[in-house]
């Protein structure tokens, strides 16, 4: 590789602009900019929530279920929003365990995370969850000792972490050294335990290897390769795969938000894979998480100051990545729209910067707390407010909240999730 001359840099991107806040989170936003504190909210618009939920539920075919992956967004309402549209829940701990429980005891539960301690699998089957995702030998023994004590079966998937190659290589986060799954090298060893340990029902295989893809054709090239992985265990193993796990990973472009995921091409390309899959496959499960939240949030904040330093002009806002860490994980300028404000305390000088890139850092005393970078934006005052969009999943949630010890965001849940 070093050898290889570099490319001259690709032109940067226009990063895209938000749209701009509805009228009930607008009206919010002009509220707290007329109150004494600097705004600092995360706003979730649940009815829209809802709405996306359905729609994206809506066209699954026959044997296909969606659960929802709370750790992308796991606030008590955006749950209780989704409980009657999913299948269920994706749990990684028992934190999110007793989360899902909370909603309603009856939702569906599936208990994955890559280091469950015997406890939390315990705690797991007293709550009754429906299956548990298995990362290694060691676990599975695990979850067999504690449903042998329980006096109970539990129901188990084998994850997996392929070997690949992948359809479509830039995909891939399994394939290669992670911590996540059995490595597929060792799957003779898994399931011959598996279907040798009391209390433990080895019901197919988990394989979410993915993450943030935007292509539906890529999508289903990799669903058609774990159903022939799947077939090929079957074989191999004399085994019967009755549910296969496809994970999450449905993306989200946050820098060209024209570029959806065609979730109704996939759809339709779905019902004719699952077609030629074997009868005894009752169950084909999704667990996504950015896809499903991601839209419904956004984060307003405040700018408290504009200025120029060595050329490049800031706007520094009342909050930053210790509550919205989402674009600086990805390393991403992320989209955001100005809501002007226009009232000023008399007798301050007004910074603004207009027609010039800016850059949009936060409240920490560290160069990393950039939320979008060299963005080109009509204007932008002191005390006007910026609106990131697409914040409802992976955003506070992921965040290093009390890193300089600011105060948190207040979280606005509008709408009643009734669609
Ligand atoms: C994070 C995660 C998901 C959800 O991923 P998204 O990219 O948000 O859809 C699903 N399954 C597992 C095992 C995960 O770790």
Not at 233 to 262: K, M, P, Q, S, T
């Amino acid at each position: 590789m070093s050898a290889v001359t570099p490319s001259p840099p690709a032109a940067p991107a226009e990063p895209s602009v938000a749209s701009a806040p509805g009228g009930a989170l607008a009206e919010v936003i002009a509220d707290r900019a007329a109150g004494p504190d600097p705004v600092c909210l995360f706003g979730y618009d649940l009815d829209a929530l809802a709405r996306h939920a359905q729609r994206v539920v809506a066209p699954l075919p026959e044997r296909c279920r969606m659960f929802y992956a709370m750790k992308a967004n796991s606030a008590a309402p955006v749950l209780r929003t989704l409980a009657p549209v999913v299948a269920g829940f994706e749990v990684a701990s028992g934190g999110e365990v007793a989360k899902a429980r909370a909603v309603g005891p009856g939702i569906p539960v599936i208990f994955g995370g890559p280091a469950k301690t015997p406890e939390e699998i315990a705690e797991a089957l007293r709550q009754g969850v429906t299956r548990l995702h298995a990362e290694s030998v060691l676990e599975l023994h695990r979850i067999s000792r504690a449903a042998v004590a329980a006096g109970t079966d539990a129901e188990v998937l084998l994850r997996v972490n392929l070997a690949g190659p992948f359809p479509s290589a830039t995909l891939a986060m399994a394939g290669r050294p992670t911590q996540f799954g059995i490595d597929e090298a060792d799957l003779p060893d898994a399931v011959a335990a598996a279907v040798a340990l009391p209390g433990v029902r080895l019901a197919g295989f988990h394989l979410h290897s993915i993450s943030n893809n935007l292509s539906a054709e890529a999508h289903l090239d990799v669903l058609r390769m774990y159903r022939d992985k799947a077939a090929a265990w079957e074989r191999e193993f004399g085994v019967r795969c009755e549910v296969l796990n496809v994970g999450g990973g449905i993306g989200v472009d946050y820098v060209d938000l024209d570029a959806r995921f065609d979730w109704e091409g996939f759809t339709r390309g779905l019902a004719d894979l699952v077609e030629t899959f074997p009868d005894h496959v009752r169950e084909i499960d999704f667990e996504c998480g950015r896809f499903l939240t991601a839209e419904c949030g956004r984060y307003a904040v405040e700018v408290l100051d504009v200025k120029r330093n060595h050329g490049t002009w800031y706007a520094l806002v009342r909050g930053g990545t210790h509550q919205f860490r989402l674009p600086a994980s990805w390393q991403h300028s992320h989209p955001f729209t100005v809501f002007p404000v226009e009232e000023w305390e008399s007798g301050l000088p007004r910074p603004e910067v207009s027609g010039e890139p800016v850059t949009v850092v936060g409240e920490l005393c560290t160069p990393k707390d950039v939320l979008a970078r060299e963005v080109r934006v009509p204007r932008v005052r002191a005390g006007d407010v910026l609106v990131f969009s697409h914040a409802g999943a992976y955003g506070w949630e992921i965040s290093h909240h009390d890193f300089l010890s600011h105060p948190h965001p207040e979280q606005v849940f509008l709408g009643d999730g009734g669609g």
